[in-house]
T-cell receptor
């Protein structure tokens, strides 16, 4: 079935280090892919998204490229800050995941906790 | 600014109690969702509503029910709370679903429910 696999955390980095959080997926059809971020004590926020192969989503210095050949959507940032400390969720939406009303839904990965220290 | 609010941030209930979790959105969104978030499992969809009085089961509906009497409000009900329902509950809303474009879901801050 459809699924999302993320690298296990926690990921601990020093400020200004390079970040990669791996995400791979299995899906039928042509999914859209997302990264959501959850800061401490808050709900999830959409960080970036990509809707077709080779698209690059970007926001706040974060980037992820939709790689259909490797079924991956890895999150990267060139220089992390303490304020980036959060839990990051990779997710997919597939048109084949339909409710009876014809609506598709999100499948989330388990989440990866990032801790950045000064 | 878009906003999804949940009635409580922390809740402690006893086994067998009936529990109501309330969610309100001020964005006039048609779609609303209830998820539970557990360590190592990510978010799992409990129920979804695409219109007033309409609901669809998600992946883990057992032990839960929902109510949507008004467009802005979506309630999650635990008819008889059990300890395995101790979790973080997240509500979300979105404007439109379907087609190749998945519209963004906006999340509330969550309710951490402990059942003792």
């Amino acid at each position: 079935g459809n699924s999302v696999t993320q690298m296990e955390g926690p990921v601990t980095l020093s400020e200004e280090a390079f970040l990669t959080i791996n995400c791979t997926y299995t899906a039928t059809g042509y999914p859209s892919l997302f990264w959501y971020v959850q800061y401490p004590g808050e709900g999830l926020q959409l960080l970036l998204k990509a809707t077709k192969a080779d698209d690059k989503g970007s926001n706040k210095g974060f980037e992820a490229t939709y790689r259909k050949e490797t079924t991956s959507f890895h999150l990267e940032k060139g220089s992390v800050q303490v304020s980036d400390s959060a839990v990051y969720f990779c997710a997919l939406s597939d048109q084949t995941l339909m409710f009876s009303g014809g609506y598709n839904k999100l499948i989330f990965g388990a989440g990866t906790r990032l801790a950045v220290h000064p | 600014d878009v906003k999804v609010t949940q009635s409580s941030r922390y809740l402690v209930k006893r086994t067998g109690e009936k529990v109501f979790l309330e969610c309100v959105q001020d964005m006039d969104h048609e779609n609303m969702f209830w998820y539970r978030q557990d360590p190592g499992l990510g978010l799992r969809l409990i129920y979804f509503s695409y219109d007033v009085k309409m609901k669809e089961k998600g992946d883990i509906p057992e032990g839960y029910s929902v109510s949507r009497e008004k467009k802005e409000r979506f309630s999650l009900i635990l008819e008889s709370a059990s300890t395995n329902q101790t979790s973080m509950y997240l509500c979300a809303s979105s404007l439109v679903l379907g087609g190749p474009w998945m519209d963004e879901q906006y999340f509330g801050p969550g309710t951490r429910l402990t059942v003792t």
